[in-house]
């Protein structure tokens, strides 16, 4: 069998993660692509589960010896990438890959594999609300926040390059539609693989 590739995309704040999780929960043929990244662990966060949390120089050193699919910059100093290791992985054990990632990673993903990815914008109902949350969250030092929010507002306008963009504006509603969109893309069977 060859998987697929199911990209969740949005900028930081709009609910993307949650809709991930819930989607897991539910596609028990789903499995998450766990990123590699140079940014601080956070409280919850687990090595392994949610990122490989891996040193600037060995991030470097991957990007060198071509190890990740794509990777980028997201915030200045702080590098997020999905290794082709993690990808092959998840095939190899029979399920269709999930991915967490930014706007740009995304479009990156959805351009290296068509038709075999589905690529979903998930969209706030305003950068208002989005600034709201990511506020609200108390995670970020005012810098941080500050570039998220700068970032936020720049992707927002990417919206129309996606497959599919999915409105979050009540969470149960989006995650319905969510499910929805996945089961009709993993159906699919008129694809070219
Ligand atoms: P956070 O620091 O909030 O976990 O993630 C910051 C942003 O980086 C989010 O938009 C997240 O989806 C994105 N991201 C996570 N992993 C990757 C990756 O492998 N590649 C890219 N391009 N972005 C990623």
């Not at 030092?141 to 390059?161: F, N, Q, T, V």
Request: glycine content about 6%; some cysteine.
């Amino acid at each position: 069998m060859k998987g697929k590739l199911i990209i969740f995309s949005a900028p930081s704040g709009a609910g993307k993660t949650t809709i991930v999780h819930h989607l897991l929960k539910t596609f028990p043929n789903l499995s998450f692509s766990i990123s590699a990244t140079t940014r601080e662990q956070r409280g919850e966060e687990v090595h392994g589960q949610d990122y490989y949390f891996i040193s600037q120089e060995s991030f470097l050193h991957k990007i060198a010896q071509k190890e990740f699919v794509e990777f980028e910059e997201v915030y200045n100093g702080t590098f997020y990438g999905t290794l082709r290791s993690e990808i092959e992985r998840i095939w190899a054990q029979g399920k269709h890959v999930i991915f967490d990632i930014d706007v740009e990673g995304g479009l990156h993903l959805k351009r290296k594999y068509g038709e075999q990815a589905l690529a979903i914008f998930v969209q706030p109902p305003s950068l208002e609300v989005l600034i709201e949350r990511l506020t609200g969250r108390g995670t970020d030092l005012p810098e941080k926040l500050a570039e998220r929010i700068r970032k936020a507002d720049k992707e927002l306008k990417y919206a129309d390059k996606f497959d599919v963009i999915l409105k979050n504006f009540e969470l149960e509603t989006a995650c319905k539609e969510a499910e929805q969109l996945v089961s009709d893309f993993l159906s699919k069977t008129d694809i070219l693989l």
